[in-house]
């Protein structure tokens, strides 16, 4: 498993929950997600999760939004066939611009078949601070499974 996050505060949080829970199998890349995504080997990735980050909300912010055109490129690349990314979100604008880009992208298929799929958070998906916080104020979350499609020779 391997957790990326920029703010070191956030990284003792993580190491502070990896010792408690005993996990032996968790790697930290201190450093900017792009980055490591970059860096990864091709179909390295089984299963991608971005939760809750944050929605830059002003227009003129969008372009920062984790969820754009080069990154879901460099995700594609990185994922196995059939693997998913997974995705959550309390941001209504956020949920909606990321369902525009990942349903034009000729890599991704959304999983979803009823409403359920996307209202209700699936057991094998861990429940985090900020969906705490959101259902605390009363928002409802989203929760968005998109896997990557198979690669045919010379295609995406
Ligand atoms: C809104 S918080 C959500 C935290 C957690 N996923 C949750 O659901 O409770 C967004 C987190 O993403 C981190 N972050 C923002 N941009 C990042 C980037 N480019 N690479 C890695 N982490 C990033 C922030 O430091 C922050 O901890």
């Not at 693997?83 to 959550?88: H, W």
Request: charge should be positive; include cysteine; aromatic fraction near 10%.
């Amino acid at each position: 498993m391997l957790g990326c996050e920029v703010f070191q505060n956030g990284v003792a949080s993580l190491l502070r929950h990896v010792r408690e829970q005993g996990l032996a199998n968790v790697r930290i890349a201190e450093t900017d997600s792009f980055r490591v995504l970059g860096s990864l080997p091709e179909t390295s990735i089984g299963r991608a999760f971005l939760l809750f980050p944050d929605p830059w909300p002003k227009a003129r912010h969008h372009r920062r939004r984790f969820v754009r055109g080069e990154v879901l490129d460099l995700l594609a690349r990185a994922l196995a066939d059939g693997a998913e990314f997974r995705f959550a979100t309390d941001h209504a604008d956020y949920c909606a611009w990321v369902l525009a880009r990942l349903l034009a992208h000729p890599a991704f298929a959304w999983a979803a078949e009823h409403p359920a799929d996307w209202r209700v958070r699936p057991a094998d998906w861990p429940p985090t601070r900020y969906e705490e916080r959101a259902l605390a104020a009363g928002r409802s979350p989203v929760f968005l499974t998109f896997q990557r499609r198979p690669r045919r020779s010379g295609a995406t």
